[in-house]
């Protein structure tokens, strides 16, 4: 789509809050209302705003000019103060083996194999989303998985496998508010567990409902080893659920062991996944 082009629809969509009368007669009523003395400071300011935004726009990203005219008009986000209003951010505890995450419709791989981490850092930028990985180092130090500014929804974080019996600690912070998440005790050894925070789907390939693995059981927060859990992206995480944590201006993200954090090549990753936008009403 051409910047023009681009541009007369941001234009309608200014014209449309303010229907039936378009944004340019509005400003052209209150230029004539002047020696009533009444206060136009609101609407002139809302105005010259969008103006202005729409005359700056040079780039011919849909995204990111529709984000720009959203911002100048004030309608972006309608948010709380923390910017999780209608938002959750569930955890759970899962068997690195049984982390899953698909590349293609034949092709699954668990965050024990290099291949999960391939697909976490290739280029996802088509699809509307990012997502970026860390070798964290073998000790207890806090250690930042991303560090952005700009607007978006950060949907899943993915921390690392401890080196003993311990806790861990995510910290996120968004737009300048901290928000901590702290794990259970995590095991270790061959059942080595993950501490995730996001949208993971989970599955129950050996369990039924109440078996003590399945869904409805008290193992359904993923410390069972047959219950798998597979990542998914942010886009299909904001179109089926509604989790996620919306940033306006920065997100950091940062992981903490209690204890030192695996020197296991794969085993000592993290990961965390936002989208580039925040969708309409969020």
């Not at 200014?14 to 003395?37: F, S």
Request: glycine share 6%.
């Amino acid at each position: 789509m051409s910047t023009a082009t681009l541009k007369a629809q941001v234009q309608l969509r200014i014209d449309a809050l303010t229907a039936p009368t378009p944004a340019i007669e509005i400003l052209q009523n209150a230029v004539d209302t002047v020696g009533l003395n009444l206060d136009l400071t609101n609407i002139t300011s809302v105005l010259n705003s969008a103006t202005t935004s729409i005359t700056n726009l040079t780039t011919d990203d849909d995204i990111t000019a529709l984000n720009s005219a959203s911002i100048a008009l004030g309608v972006t986000s309608k948010a709380s103060a923390n910017n999780t209003k209608k938002l959750v951010m569930p955890s759970i505890s899962i068997q690195e083996l049984n982390l899953k995450l698909k590349s293609t419709f034949s092709n699954v791989f668990s965050s024990a194999v290099s291949s999960f981490w391939s697909e976490i850092d290739a280029s996802h930028t088509t699809f509307g989303y990012e997502s970026v990985s860390l070798s964290a180092t073998s000790d207890t130090t806090e250690q930042t998985i991303v560090d952005v500014t700009g607007l978006g929804v950060l949907t899943h974080v993915i921390a690392p496998v401890l080196s003993g019996t311990g806790t861990m600690t995510i910290r996120v912070t968004i737009d300048g508010v901290v928000k901590t998440f702290i794990s259970e005790s995590l095991l270790i050894g061959s059942n080595s567990h993950r501490f995730c925070i996001g949208d993971f789907q989970n599955t129950e390939p050996t369990g039924s409902a109440g078996s003590g693995s399945g869904y409805g059981s008290e193992k359904d927060h993923g410390w069972s080893n047959s219950n798998q859990a597979f990542v998914t992206t942010p886009i299909q995480c904001l179109q089926r659920a509604l989790i996620g944590m919306p940033f306006k201006t920065s997100l950091k993200v940062t992981i903490q062991g209690s204890v030192n954090i695996t020197s296991t090549a794969e085993n000592s990753k993290a990961a965390a996944l936002y989208s580039l936008f925040i969708p309409e009403g969020l």
